[in-house]
């Protein structure tokens, strides 16, 4: 599979955005979905990930404030992010994650170190 993120941008204390993963190569309804966000000068961290079957997960910090989502006729992942705050700021990429790891342990863990552009998002009043 590759990914193709958009939906970043600048955005202020508080607002929304809403970030899409297109997937090619393959089609998406087996595969297990993952996003993650890396900060300047900060290692990359997941965010959350959705299994084939729905189940989601989401890390400590964006719960409650993030929802994932997929539609898997388009292909496509989604990251619907509100109440961003500045810690939020990032570039974010998604990925294939590992299906079990999501299931038993509720960790978004990536299957492979390859990672595309992502999108950026900056938050700022």
């Known amino acids: 599979l590759q990914f193709d993120e958009s939906g970043g941008g600048l955005v202020q204390p508080g607002g929304s955005l809403k970030l899409s993963c297109q997937a090619s190569?393959?089609?998406?309804?087996?595969?297990?979905i993952g996003w993650f966000r890396q900060a300047s000068g900060k290692e990359r961290e997941e965010v959350s990930c959705?299994?084939?079957?729905?189940?989601?997960v989401y890390s400590d910090s964006v719960k409650g404030r993030f929802t994932i989502s997929r539609d898997n006729a388009k292909n496509m992942v989604y990251l619907q992010m509100d109440s961003l705050q500045s810690e939020d700021a990032a570039v974010y990429h998604c990925?294939?994650?590992?299906?079990?790891?999501?299931?038993?342990?509720?960790?978004?863990?990536?299957?492979?170190?390859?990672w595309g552009q992502g999108t950026q998002v900056a938050v700022s009043s």
């Open positions: 959705i299994v084939s079957d729905g189940h989601r």
């Open positions: 990925a294939q994650v590992n299906p079990q790891r999501a299931l038993l342990f509720n960790k978004c863990t990536p299957v492979a170190d390859v």
């Open positions: 190569g393959d089609t998406l309804d087996l595969y297990s």
